[in-house]
């Protein structure tokens, strides 16, 4: 009988103890003494945001968002997020700030907006040999876009080009980008609508097969997402890029992830 | 990236797996009996809150459930969540497989025939000595293969953990994969998991012979 009372009192303790965990650490968005910078990101986002050959998290925008914490005196903290909960995450204060090739064209009014640092295309990648050569072509075919991504909102929104999304034969999402090249090399989607970047490091990583369509669906920007109304946490780190760029960190970072023709900051 | 390095990586990732596979399953076994007990409560009102919970755990999703979970208290309250991701995904997979544990708990006690208990009564037992010495030992022995099953499904689900961005193992998985560009890294994940569920089979094996002390 005293076992069962003690194994029951420790399951308390136990829950007991989770919970206490929660509330004790502080966001770091009161702006009255900022240690920590947390940065969400998704960890499948290569060249901006993924896991290095050593198994460390690494990318231009987290290089630069340690650039950043170093000018500051901050520690940098990375967190890898749920692409499709990233908006929970950043309202309930889990993280400070999104800042992974994340498109501002289209969620202007969703978040607090740093200046754009980089210029990103979304573009139309298709199978080498496949006889898709304009956007035009695509009239019917099977085209793949990433859950949640630019790349979708582009092709349904009415403004932007959801006439062409209608073209098409049918509009998949998919949820990461080896399952999309994977199916696309099977013939199982006839293309693929990404950001440049991206395109350009799976391109360059997969070697032959695939080509990039000279038309591109639009040109967007990159920006750092903050929580609306977080314009002090946003200020600070605007004029840190701009320092950054000022002092040749930024393109140095840019040349570093092959993406230097699409920074655009100092403009 | 080496394959030492990966194996290293994923290693550690499994690590955090177990742990919610551990957790879990010291949390939910206990709760799964109170809640076995509260479904056969004969006041009604009891079995029938219970018979309500448990049609939602097992009738929505587990990834659903762990949402909700983690950012219901912020959704509804507004509190702040930093540092409540672990606890919630340990709330959201203990309560969900308390559920499940508490159907497999109540076919095992109501499979005990009648005749038992009359016996039992007949003997002097009282109640509680009836299910303490002659009930459980039985069940016991009797749910451990659906246990079991429940068991080695739980230590697959731990990777919807990804729902709330945890990076246990297949996230890690996942991750390098989307890195390196090549599914390998979700194979190395599959292997682990079947390393891990042989592991848990076999300990399963060992405790239902002990426990066929009989034959």
Same mark, same amino acid.
């Given at each position: ?10 399951? !308390? ?44 998290y ?12 170093d !000018? ?44 754009p ?5 979304? +573009?139309?990648?298709v ?24 790349a979708?909102? +582009?092709?349904?929104d ?40 991206v395109?350009k ?15 591109? !669906? ?50 | 990236?080496?394959?030492?390095v990966?194996?290293?990586?994923l #290693? =550690?990732?499994m690590?955090?797996?177990? #742990?919610?596979?551990? *957790? ?9 009996m109170?809640? =076995? ?14 018979k309500?919970?448990? #049609? ?12 909700? $979970?983690?950012?219901?208290?912020n ?6 969540? =930093?540092?409540?991701k ?10 969900n ?5 508490a ?18 009564? $007949? ?16 069940? =016991? ?5 659906p ?44 292997? *682990?998991?079947?390393v891990f ?5 076999e ?13």
């Amino acid at each position: 009988m005293k076992k069962k009372i003690l194994a029951v009192a420790l399951c !308390l303790v136990m829950v007991l103890t989770m919970f206490a965990g929660c509330g004790s650490k502080d966001a770091t968005t009161g702006g009255d003494t900022i240690t920590t910078f947390n940065v969400g990101f998704d960890a499948e986002y290569p060249p901006f945001g993924y896991m290095d050959d050593n198994g460390d998290y690494t990318g231009f925008d987290l290089e630069v968002a340690q650039a950043v914490c170093d !000018l500051e005196g901050w520690e940098l903290i990375k967190t890898p997020i749920n692409w499709d909960a990233k908006d929970q995450e950043l309202n309930s204060g889990a993280i400070d700030c999104i800042w992974n090739g994340f498109t501002i064209n289209g969620r202007e009014d969703s978040y607090t907006w740093s200046v754009p640092y980089c210029d990103n295309s979304q +573009v139309v990648v298709v199978a080498e040999g496949a006889g898709i050569a304009t956007l035009a072509d695509l009239a019917g075919k099977k085209v793949g876009v990433q859950a949640a991504s630019a790349a979708l909102s +582009v092709l349904t929104d009415e403004e932007a080009q959801k006439e062409l999304g209608d073209s098409f034969g049918e509009l998949a999402q998919f949820g990461d980008y080896n399952a999309a090249f994977a199916e696309l090399a099977a013939g199982a989607l006839d293309a693929l609508a990404i950001d440049i970047g991206v395109a350009k490091y799976q391109l360059n990583s997969r070697g032959e097969g695939f080509v990039i369509l000279d038309e591109h !669906l639009n040109a967007e920007q990159y920006g750092v997402g903050f929580k609306l109304g977080n314009e002090e946490l946003r200020d600070i780190i605007n004029a840190d890029l701009e320092k950054l760029y000022a002092d040749g960190t930024i393109t140095a970072l840019a040349e570093k992830y092959e993406i230097a023709d699409m920074i655009i900051l100092g403009a | 990236m080496s394959i030492m390095v990966m194996l290293k990586l994923l #290693s =550690a990732g499994m690590l955090k797996s177990i #742990s919610i596979f551990a *957790f879990t399953l010291i949390l939910s076994i206990p709760l799964g009996m109170l809640v =076995a007990f509260g479904r056969m409560s004969k006041n009604k009102v009891i079995s029938n809150i219970i018979k309500i919970y448990i #049609s939602i755990m097992r009738g929505t999703p587990l990834m659903l459930q762990l949402l909700v $979970v983690y950012f219901g208290p912020n959704l509804l309250f507004g509190m702040n969540i =930093a540092g409540y991701k672990y606890p919630a995904i340990i709330i959201g997979f203990a309560i969900n497989y308390a559920a499940y544990f508490a159907e497999i708990f109540r076919s095992g006690i109501q499979s005990m025939p009648q005749g038992q208990y009359e016996a039992a009564d $007949v003997l002097g037992y009282s109640k509680r000595q009836t299910f303490m010495k002659i009930i459980l030992p039985q069940v =016991a022995k009797r749910v451990l293969p659906p246990v079991t099953n429940e068991t080695i499904t739980l230590v697959k689900d731990t990777s919807l953990a990804y729902a709330l961005s945890y990076t246990e193992m297949f996230t890690l998985a996942k991750q390098i994969a989307a890195a390196q560009t090549t599914f390998a890294p979700l194979f190395i994940g599959g292997i *682990f998991y079947y390393v891990f569920n042989f592991v848990v089979a076999e300990v399963m094996n060992f405790i239902e012979r002990k426990m066929d002390y009989y034959k």
